[in-house]
């Protein structure tokens, strides 16, 4: 059974960082790629960074050049290093799979105001 356990959200001011971590189970780990995702109030969970087995990154429009996304495989946790936030990416931080690999854990709530 896939289990996923976010950290690390909070509220921070616009510019600010966060580090978010998820802890997988093992199993997750043999799937191709993972992803965080993120849902803001009122709106559809979108993917915003992507990681392959082998490294290989992708990251939505909104992400580039400010989200990093890595994984320790040896830990079986995948971070996501969040840099220049801004109010718009406030919202509830997911990862899974990607595709999606099995149920949502509980996020991490991820605040951006002054």
């Known amino acids: 059974q896939v289990q996923l356990v976010e950290s690390g959200g909070g509220l921070v001011q616009p510019g600010g960082s966060l580090r978010l971590s998820c802890a997988a189970s093992k199993i997750i780990f043999s799937i191709s790629a993972m992803g965080w995702y993120r849902q803001a109030p009122g709106k559809q969970r979108e993917l915003v960074a992507a990681?392959?087995?082998?490294?290989?990154?992708n990251y939505a429009d909104s992400a580039k050049g400010r989200f990093i996304i890595s994984r320790d495989n040896a830990k079986n946790t995948v971070y996501l290093q969040m840099n220049s936030l801004k109010p718009e990416d406030t919202a509830v931080y997911y990862c899974?799979?990607?595709?999606?690999?099995?149920?949502w854990g509980q996020g991490t709530q991820v605040t951006v105001s002054s």
């Open positions: 899974n799979g990607v595709p999606r690999a099995g149920s």
């Open positions: 990681i392959t087995s082998g490294g290989s990154t």
